[in-house]
């Protein structure tokens, strides 16, 4: 018979998987990033405050998150549709702009090719 997995404890997993549970904090704005693929925001706060939930409270402060950016270059920003920002480790950034760019294809030729009938 299959596991299946009680809301509690699935909700307890991805808290940890995406360093929101106080023990699994990440030790850095990078690292805060890398739990998730990328940092999302709809504002330019966003991605301070995501930043901040999923990182210690040694590095969990604006300056980090702007050296982070600015200075050191491990965080790049992508902006997307609609304002919307993601902020991703720079190792991560092929894998991120690869699948943007899939999906965003897929759907214009989808979207051309009902056109053409």
């Known amino acids: 018979m299959a596991y299946r997995m009680p809301g509690a404890e699935r909700r307890a997993r991805l808290g940890v998987r995406h360093a929101l549970a106080p023990s699994a904090r990440a030790v850095d704005p990078v690292g805060a990033a890398r739990s998730v693929v990328a940092l999302?925001?709809?504002d330019p706060s966003s991605v301070y405050v995501s930043?901040?939930?999923?990182?210690?409270?040694?590095?969990a402060d604006v300056a980090s998150v702007q050296r982070a950016l600015y200075e050191d270059r491990a965080l790049i920003r992508l902006p997307a549709m609609r304002r919307t920002v993601f902020?991703?480790?720079?190792a991560?950034?092929?894998d991120v702009r690869?699948?943007?760019r899939t999906r965003g294809r897929t759907w214009l030729e989808e979207e051309l090719?009902?056109?053409a009938d």
């Not at 902020?87 to 720079?90: H, I």
């Open 87 to 90: 902020v991703t480790p720079v």
């Open 51 to 59: 930043a901040w939930a999923r990182t210690r409270d040694a590095h």
């Open 92 to 94: 991560r950034l092929g």
């Open 98 to 100: 690869l699948t943007a």
């Open 40 to 42: 999302h925001s709809t």
């Open 113 to 115: 090719a009902a056109g």
